[in-house]
């Protein structure tokens, strides 16, 4: 917040950012885990899905201690979440410049009064828990996530909530599709399966899957706005052409399609991570969000019948077959259009 006070006060201040690595045994850990060849009383495919774990655990390990230097940042986000390709680079620009014809958007609401405050979201969300049978979910406040946030925290069946948040209903519809109905689902399935690491984050290529989804379901229950999506497009288009400008420049380049502040929150995105802003370097993960929502659009598209196999936990669509095969059980909780309206109907949204 006091770099961007700074940015914003000036025509050329450049942000610099300051990290706190939180202190963990994550290198003994991993030193151990290293170790393991082979999980012998698993089928293979379960057997190399945690070893290759056990890899990627090792890099985001590295990505978090790189903190602060931007070449090490950009190095390892590059190989771990990849870049635009060409093709995605020029959908992202139709999109920012407002060719949307090819996606099922909802018309962005007029402002109004039915914007509801913490003690009401509470209510809403304690109401979707019980109505999907979700046990021992609660909602939290947390002062560490954005003003206006809402972050889902897997491990303690929590969601996270800025104790000063205010909603309108159309927003808060969008935050349960997309967190709970994607997100939350996903992991209680998961962790249903018996393999534990499918009900949390595991390889990068589950990433696309999971994000991509989530916009696919704000798409199918009429939440996915134009400015939604542009958003989601900016991310891809800033990355492609930001690495090697500093955040002002990149900044400015945005401008062009976003309002100031739109503008600043997605090159903080993508230059999170760095030190000194004025030198080169890009963060690619928010990649994820309009790479995925593409990809999804095309696999269901083909085939629909993927949908509820992709809620058997945090997988991608290649472990689909693993819930075809039997090798994990289909999902328990599978949301619908019709369900969603059930519910919003209940909880008063």
Known sequence: ???????????????????????????????KLSKVELISDVDPRISKFYIDLITSKAQANDLMYAVGNNQKVTEISKDRFGIPSPILFRNAARVMRGVVK???????PSKTKDVLGYDEIVKVFDGVFNELGL???????????????????????????????QRSKFALRKSIVHEVGTHVLRSVNGKNTGFTALGNANLPAYLDVEEGLATWNESEMGVLTEDGLKKKAAYVYAIKIGENMSFRQLYNALLGSLPKYSAFNIVYRVKRGLADTAKPGIYTKDIVYFRGFRKVLKKLGEDKSLYPLLYAGKIDFKQCDWVREGLIPKA??????????????KVGI
């Open 332 to 345: 328990k909780i599978v949301p619908s259009k019709e369900m969603w309206n059930k519910i919003f109907t």
């Open 102 to 108: 090819n996606y099922h958007l909802a018309k962005s």
């Open 1 to 31: 917040e006091s770099e961007k006070k700074k940015f914003f006060d000036s025509d050329t201040y450049e942000p610099y950012f300051k990290y706190r690595i939180v202190k963990n045994d994550n290198e003994k850990i991993l030193d």
């Open 135 to 165: 046990e021992g979910w609660a909602v939290e406040r947390s002062i560490n996530i954005s003003k206006n946030g809402i972050k889902i925290g897997v491990k303690r069946k929590q969601v996270l909530v800025n104790e000063e948040i």
